[in-house]
């Protein structure tokens, strides 16, 4: 039962190797795609992260605003009119304050639900989880949205 434990041929091994690592990497984009829990990270697994994710799919939040609101206030950085840099700087730090209270009040409310439907011991820790998704836009998050706008989890 002895074998050499460098392989005979190593260019086959690591070709073999890198046809794994890339079937991996294959399976675990479609779970992404699709929401298998079986192939999702760490860190999307759960009864828990899934209600969350649905949650904040179906919630319209004014962070998902957020890419191209600053597109819009670079565009006017580039005004050469002191007047509008301060006015497009003004523009900016006020919708961070307001993406920021409608964060809290999500992950308030996000709280509340998950509390009434798994219990207290699962309530922590999935509100910097829900305010970075629900900061992007909706087809660029991963898992992809299982839910539809005001369609909430029960």
């Known amino acids: 039962r002895k074998r050499p434990l460098v392989p005979e041929d190593r260019k086959a091994s690591k070709a073999a190797d890198r046809a794994a690592v890339t079937e991996?990497?294959?399976?675990?984009?479609?779970?992404?795609?699709?929401?298998?829990?079986?192939?999702?990270?760490?860190?999307d697994k759960g009864p828990v992260r899934r209600y969350v994710r649905d949650f904040v799919d179906a919630r319209l939040?004014?962070?998902?605003?957020?890419?191209?609101?600053?597109?819009?206030?670079?565009?006017?950085?580039?005004?050469n009119d002191p007047q509008w840099r301060i006015i497009?700087?003004?523009?900016l730090w006020g919708f961070v304050?307001?993406?920021?209270?409608?964060?809290?009040?999500?992950?308030?409310q996000l709280r509340r639900a998950i509390r009434a439907k798994f219990g207290d011991?699962?309530?922590?820790?999935?509100?910097?989880?829900?305010?970075?998704?629900?900061?992007?836009?909706?087809?660029?998050?991963?898992?992809?949205?299982k839910t539809?706008?005001?369609?909430y989890p029960v």
């Open 97 to 108: 304050v307001v993406v920021i209270l409608d964060s809290v009040l999500m992950a308030w």
């Open 148 to 151: 539809t706008l005001f369609k």
């Open 24 to 43: 991996q990497r294959l399976k675990m984009r479609q779970a992404m795609d699709t929401g298998d829990e079986k192939y999702l990270p760490a860190r």
């Open 88 to 91: 497009a700087n003004l523009v």
């Open 61 to 79: 939040s004014i962070g998902m605003l957020a890419m191209p609101m600053m597109i819009v206030v670079l565009v006017l950085t580039f005004i």
């Open 121 to 145: 011991k699962d309530a922590k820790g999935h509100a910097w989880y829900a305010t970075m998704r629900s900061v992007q836009l909706p087809f660029m998050r991963m898992p992809k949205p």
